[in-house]
Structures are given as C-alpha cells and as structure tokens.
T-cell receptor
Framework: GAVVSQHPSRVICKSGTSVKIECRSLDFQATTMFWYRQFPKQSLMLMATSNEGSKATYEQGVEKDKFLINHASLTLSTLTVASAHPEDSSFYIC???????????FGPGTRLTVT | GDSVTQMEGPVTLSEEAFLTINCTYT??????LFWYVQYPGEGLQLLLKATKADDKGSNKGFEATYRKETTSFHLEKGSVQVSDSAVYFC????????????FGKGTKLSVKP
C-alpha cells in the first residue's frame, strides 16, 4: 500500500522556538495533504487541508499564523509550529491523498513536547 | 455537527475471544463509515468501510454493518489474535472519500496469549 512518512517522529523544544514537521508521500503523488492533532485519549482533530501549490484551508479555531502549512510539492508538506508554547504539545499526524476520490494514507505521527 | 462516539477502552481479551467495539454516529446526511486501525509505531490504516445503509464492510476477519436505523457501525471479529492488538478508530465522512474524516476517540485493544 501507499506509504506516508513523517519526520521527526519525536521532538522536544523550548518554549518560544519554532518547530518544523515534514510529511512525505513516498510512493505516490499527493494532491491533497491533511494535518491532524491528537490529544491523549481524544480523537484526531483536523487542523487544515492543503492542496499542492495553493494556500492551506484551516479549520475553525486553528490559528493560521501559529500553524504554518506549506505544500510546495506533490510529495512534501510541512507544518511549522511558530513560537511554540507548552499548550502546543501534542501528537501531530498527517495524511495524504492522491486524488479527490482516493483513500487517505496516514503518517505515523510526530510527538511534540514544548518545555 | 457530525460526531462519532465509540466505546472507551482499553479492551483486554484472550486470544480467540469474540470482539465487539461499539460505534455510533451523528450526521446530518448519509455519511460513509470507516474503521481505521493503528498498530504500535505505525500510521492509521483503513481496515474497512461501508458507504450506504445495510452495507457490510469486511477485512482480515473483521466486519461492521452500516445500520442507519440505529446510527451504528459496530466492529466485530469472531476470534481475535495477539497480532490484532492495536488502537481502532471509527470515523465518518459526509462526502465519501472526498470529504473530511471525523474520528471517534479510538479504542485500544490488547489481546493476551
């Protein structure tokens, strides 16, 4: 099946610094990528949807200036958490989809801890 | 808005036991329903899906039937294995594969030998 990778798998950073998380589709071209956030014992919450070459669409309540998403190529999307604070600590998961009718394939997630 | 509710875990079973994980949903339209599985250290994988009422999705011995009258999509397996230990997520999408996925909180299953 299709493979989506995320890097890093785990990151610890100090409050006030920015962190970049990469999401790559390894064996297919992803026209759409999704970013989710998961709190402990909670469901995955969609943060934003990005289409290659265009601006991301953010869900209500998600700060676009804090969570910067770039989808510059058909195989790579990045999520940058700007000026991270402890409340941004969470598990971030990306998924990728080749076409509008295709299944989403999920990455393994990135655990962000802000100290 | 749309939502998915699934039974809280963790669920611990012995090998070869029968598994049921309950899932109910709230939706304004006629959603597609999904079960995803997440094995330790891996991304979510689609386990099975159903796109309309009375459809039964099945895969790897797991089954779930789309019940519109009870707004449910319970996951079942007749005989679980240790390798089935994972977290299971129920999800819906209002526009099939095109729509955004709305997930339940996940149910962790541990199967003991």
């Amino acid at each position: 099946g299709a493979v989506v990778s995320q890097h890093p798998s785990r990151v610890i950073c100090k409050s006030g610094t920015s962190v970049k998380i990469e999401c790559r589709s390894l064996d297919f071209q992803a026209t759409t990528m999704f970013w989710y956030r998961q709190f402990p014992k909670q469901s995955l919450m969609l943060m934003a949807t990005s289409n290659e070459g265009s601006k991301a669409t953010y869900e209500q309540g998600v700060e676009k200036d804090k969570f910067l998403i770039n989808h510059a190529s058909l195989t790579l999307s990045t999520l940058t958490v700007a000026s991270a604070h402890p409340e941004d600590s969470s598990f971030y998961i990306c998924s990728a989809r080749q076409g509008a009718y295709d299944e989403q394939y999920f990455g393994p997630g990135t655990r962000l801890t802000v100290t | 808005g749309d939502s998915v509710t699934q039974m809280e875990g963790p669920v611990t079973l012995s090998e070869e036991a029968f598994l049921t994980i309950n899932c109910t949903y709230t939706a304004t339209g006629y959603p597609s329903l999904f079960w995803y599985v997440q094995y330790p250290g891996e991304g979510l994988q689609l386990l099975l899906k159903a796109t309309k009422a009375d459809d039964k999705g099945s895969n790897k011995g797991f089954e779930a039937t789309y019940r519109k009258e009870t707004t449910s999509f319970h996951l079942e397996k007749g005989s679980v294995q240790v390798s089935d230990s994972a977290v299971y997520f129920c999800a819906l999408s209002e526009r099939g594969s095109q729509g955004n996925l709305i997930f339940g909180k996940g149910t962790k299953l541990s199967v003991k030998p």
